[in-house]
C-alpha cells in the first residue's frame, strides 16, 4: 500500500522567511496530493492541492511543487506570517480506483512555528 | 451550513467502558470516515463508509465498530474502551473518493484511564 514520509517534523522560521516541507510517497498510482493545514484545536482544513498532470501549483503565497520520477512533492510558503504557525499535512491518493486505493494516506505532520 | 459536526468535545472513560461518538454533516456527501490522531503519528483512518448503510475498515480499525444509518450521520464505537484508544478523534466528510476535498470536523478529544 501507499506510504507517505513527511520531513521535517518541525519548523521554525523567523516572519517574513520562507519555509518548505517536503513529502515522499511510495505507490507510482498516486497522482492527487493534498496540503491540510491545522490549527490548535481544531480539524485540518484542505489549503492546497495538486494532481500528477501539473508540476506545480501556486495560490498567493502558498505553491506546491510535483516531482513525479522522484515521487516526492513540497509545500512552499513565502513571506510567512505567525498565522501560518500551525501543523502541516501533506497526502497521496488515487482517482484511478474505488474503494480504499482512494482513501488519502497522511505524513505524520509539521509543526510550524513562524516567530515574530 | 455547519459543516460537520462531533459529539461530544471531550470525554473521559474508565477501561472497559463503552460509548459512542456522532458525526453529522449537511452536505449531502457519500462518503465520511474516521480518523485518530496520535502525537507523531498524524492521521490514520479507521473506518470510512462509502454511502448510506456502508461500512468498511481502515487502517487502524481493531476495537473500533461503525454505522452509517442515515446518510448525513456516521457513528464510531467502542464496545470496551482501552489506555490505548485514548487519542483526538477527527470526522470527515468527501462528496467522492480519490480527489476530492475532505471535509474535518472539530474533533473529540477521548481519554481512556
Known amino acids: 500500500g501507499e506510504n507517505v514520509e513527511q520531513h521535517p517534523s518541525t519548523l521554525s522560521v523567523q516572519e517574513g522567511d520562507s519555509a518548505v516541507i517536503k513529502c515522499t510517497y511510495s505507490?507510482?498510482?498516486?497522482?492527487?496530493f493534498p496540503w491540510y493545514k491545522q490549527e490548535l484545536g481544531k480539524g485540518p482544513q484542505l489549503i492546497i492541492d495538486?494532481?500528477?498532470?501539473?508540476g506545480e501549483k501556486k495560490d498567493q503565497r502558498i505553491a506546491v511543487t510535483l516531482n513525479k520520477t522522484a515521487k516526492h512533492f513540497s509545500l512552499h510558503i513565502t513571506e510567512t506570517q505567525p498565522e501560518d504557525s500551525a501543523v502541516y499535512f501533506c497526502a497521496a491518493s488515487s482517482t484511478n480506483y474505488g474503494g480504499s486505493q482512494g482513501n488519502l494516506i497522511f505524513g505524520k505532520g509539521t509543526k510550524l512555528s513562524v516567530k515574530p | 451550513n455547519a459543516g460537520v459536526t462531533q459529539t461530544p468535545k471531550f470525554r473521559v472513560l474508565k477501561t472497559g467502558q463503552s460509548m459512542t461518538l456522532l458525526c453529522a454533516q449537511d452536505?449531502?456527501?457519500?462518503?465520511m470516515y474516521w480518523y485518530r490522531q496520535d502525537p507523531g503519528m498524524g492521521l490514520r483512518l479507521i473506518h470510512y463508509?462509502?454511502?448510506?448503510?456502508?461500512?468498511a475498515k481502515g487502517e487502524v480499525p481493531d476495537g473500533y465498530n461503525v454505522s452509517r444509518l442515515k446518510k448525513q450521520n456516521f457513528l464510531l464505537g467502542l464496545e470496551s474502551a482501552a489506555p490505548s484508544q485514548t487519542s483526538v478523534y477527527f470526522c470527515?466528510?468527501?462528496?467522492?473518493?480519490?480527489?476530492?476535498?475532505?471535509?474535518f470536523g472539530p474533533g473529540t478529544r477521548l481519554t481512556v484511564t
Open positions: 452536505m449531502n456527501h457519500e462518503y
Open positions: 505507490d507510482s498510482a498516486s497522482n492527487y
Open positions: 463508509s462509502v454511502g448510506e448503510g456502508t461500512t
Open positions: 495538486i494532481r500528477s498532470n501539473v
Open positions: 470527515a466528510s468527501s462528496r467522492g473518493s480519490g480527489g476530492y476535498e475532505q471535509y
